[in-house]
């Protein structure tokens, strides 16, 4: 049995406020983002940025006001880089700007060890960090609907209150995300994994493509977009971040390095003759890699932080003219199928484009029937 202590602390996180007015601080890609979707849905933001033109453009694309609230508003999003959330937070709380105060810095133990450090109120301040972003900066990247579906870290202080804890989840809900209750240094070590080594070795691999030729490049197709996408981003934001979980993404890296090695030998071994012996172990090298990252691949959650088998793919070819795929709709809402995500691979020129609709797996099969499409394919 739980102790009632902690069972209260549970449910008063499970509960939520319906926010009326925020201020975001940092009016950049994840800031916008977030102020469109709080607008769209009825709250009164304001909006900050130390360049006013930011403030200003996110301003006109509808995310909120570019100007100083009247007095204390329900919640300060402090959207700026991790290095400049704890001086945002002591200058936001000093001005008592608002009654709680979130922020979305990637990482988090360096954050909260500096809140601490500059005597800031730690009860009405609980971090956060949305698993949604892009490559591109600035207000003009963001979107309203960043957040729909995505899983949003909640990383409170021991002291965290549970106004606070309310009045963030109303902002998670208002964003469609979902919260997942981690502390600073299980955080930090997960993001290293997940999301700081995959960047730097997106662009280290992009960086192989800086000197290619103009022949070489223009034969790229999907997967080196795929995994080269994330090197886009800000090196200077990057750069923190990076500097903020060094020693976790150095160990990560090291083991990743380990596999290169491996990798390497056993493609040297494949370019020996056809009876020499070594080819074969370069090959069992090579399968045990390959199957290695199919099996780690498989691991990634589906929507909303769903287990791998939850959703399945049904991918379905449609002519390039008028009214395919609103076709397509109709006869995917026809079949009582709910489409949960929605993929459209069309190259210009060609004369079908492949949609991929992901629906939970149970419906797959119905879909695939009443729509004459065949069973999936390995990978999906
Ligand atoms: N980019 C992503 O994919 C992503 C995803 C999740 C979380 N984050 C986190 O979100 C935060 C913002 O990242 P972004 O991608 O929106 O960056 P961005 O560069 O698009 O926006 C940051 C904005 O903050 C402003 N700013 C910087 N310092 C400031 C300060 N001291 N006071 C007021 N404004 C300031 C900048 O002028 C800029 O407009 C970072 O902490 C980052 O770690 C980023
Ligand atoms: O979608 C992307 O472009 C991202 O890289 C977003 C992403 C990530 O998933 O790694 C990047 C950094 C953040 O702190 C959180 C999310």
């Given at each position: 049995?739980?102790?009632?202590?902690?069972?209260?602390?549970?449910?008063?996180?499970?509960?939520?406020?319906?926010?009326?007015?925020?201020?975001?601080?940092?009016?950049?890609?994840?800031?916008?983002?977030?102020?469109?979707?709080?607008?769209?849905k009825?709250?009164?933001?304001?909006?900050?940025?130390k360049?006013?033109?930011?403030?200003?453009?996110?301003?006109?694309?509808?995310?909120?006001?570019?100007?100083?609230?009247?007095?204390p508003?329900?919640?300060?999003?402090?959207?700026?880089?991790?290095?400049?959330?704890a001086?945002?937070?002591?200058?936001?709380?000093?001005?008592?700007?608002?009654?709680?105060?979130?922020?979305?810095?990637?990482?988090?133990a360096q954050?909260?060890?500096?809140?601490?450090?500059?005597g800031?109120?730690?009860?009405t301040?609980?971090?956060g960090?949305?698993?949604?972003?892009?490559?591109?900066?600035?207000?003009l990247?963001?979107?309203?609907?960043?957040?729909?579906?995505?899983?949003?870290?909640?990383?409170?202080?021991?002291?965290?209150s549970?106004?606070?804890?309310?009045?963030?989840?109303?902002l998670?809900?208002?964003c469609?995300?979902?919260p997942?209750?981690?502390?600073?240094?299980?955080?930090?070590?997960?993001?290293a994994?997940?999301?700081?080594?995959?960047?730097?070795?997106?662009?280290?691999?992009?960086?192989?493509?800086?000197?290619?030729?103009?022949?070489?490049?223009?034969l790229?197709?999907?997967?080196?977009?795929d995994?080269?996408?994330?090197?886009g981003?800000?090196p200077?934001?990057?750069?923190?971040?990076?500097?903020?979980?060094?020693g976790?993404?150095?160990?990560?890296?090291?083991?990743?390095?380990?596999?290169?090695?491996d990798?390497?030998?056993?493609?040297?071994?494949?370019?020996?003759?056809?009876?020499?012996?070594?080819?074969?172990t370069?090959?069992?090298?090579?399968?045990?890699?390959?199957?290695?990252?199919?099996?780690?691949?498989?691991?990634?959650?589906?929507k909303?932080?769903?287990?791998?088998?939850?959703?399945?793919?049904?991918?379905?070819?449609?002519g390039d003219?008028?009214?395919?795929?609103?076709?397509?709709?109709?006869?995917?809402?026809a079949?009582?199928?709910?489409?949960?995500?929605?993929?459209?691979?069309?190259?210009p020129?060609?004369?079908?484009?492949?949609?991929?609709?992901?629906?939970?797996?149970?419906?797959?099969?119905?879909?695939?029937?009443?729509?004459r499409?065949?069973?999936t394919v390995?990978?999906?």
């Amino acid at each position: 049995m739980r102790p009632a202590g902690r069972l209260r602390a549970v449910d008063e996180q499970m509960r939520h406020t319906m926010l009326r007015t925020a201020v975001v601080v940092g009016a950049g890609l994840i800031g916008t983002s977030i102020a469109l979707s709080l607008s769209a849905k009825g709250v009164t933001v304001y909006l900050s940025d130390k360049e006013p033109m930011a403030a200003l453009t996110a301003a006109a694309l509808g995310a909120g006001r570019a100007e100083e609230p009247p007095g204390p508003v329900d919640l300060a999003v402090l959207a700026v880089p991790p290095a400049d959330i704890a001086a945002t937070l002591a200058d936001a709380q000093s001005r008592g700007l608002a009654r709680a105060y979130t922020d979305v810095a990637s990482v988090k133990a360096q954050a909260l060890d500096a809140i601490e450090a500059a005597g800031c109120d730690t009860r009405t301040y609980l971090g956060g960090h949305p698993m949604a972003g892009g490559e591109r900066s600035g207000p003009l990247a963001a979107r309203a609907d960043l957040f729909e579906g995505r899983v949003w870290a909640l990383v409170p202080t021991p002291t965290t209150s549970a106004e606070t804890w309310r009045t963030v989840r109303g902002l998670l809900d208002m964003c469609g995300a979902t919260p997942l209750v981690m502390d600073p240094h299980g955080h930090d070590r997960a993001v290293a994994l997940v999301s700081h080594t995959p960047h730097l070795v997106a662009s280290l691999m992009a960086a192989r493509l800086q000197h290619a030729t103009d022949a070489e490049v223009g034969l790229s197709g999907q997967g080196v977009r795929d995994v080269t996408r994330i090197a886009g981003g800000d090196p200077k934001l990057w750069l923190e971040i990076l500097s903020a979980n060094a020693g976790t993404v150095a160990d990560i890296l090291a083991e990743l390095a380990g596999d290169l090695a491996d990798a390497i030998g056993a493609l040297r071994a494949l370019t020996a003759p056809d009876d020499d012996p070594i080819r074969a172990t370069g090959a069992t090298t090579l399968t045990g890699l390959l199957s290695r990252g199919c099996a780690g691949h498989g691991r990634l959650p589906q929507k909303r932080g769903a287990p791998q088998g939850t959703y399945a793919t049904v991918s379905v070819l449609i002519g390039d003219q008028p009214g395919e795929l609103a076709r397509l709709f109709t006869d995917v809402g026809a079949a009582g199928v709910n489409i949960e995500d929605i993929f459209i691979d069309h190259a210009p020129g060609q004369i079908t484009g492949l949609v991929e609709l992901l629906v939970t797996t149970d419906a797959a099969d119905r879909l695939r029937n009443s729509l004459r499409v065949p069973s999936t394919v390995m990978g999906h």
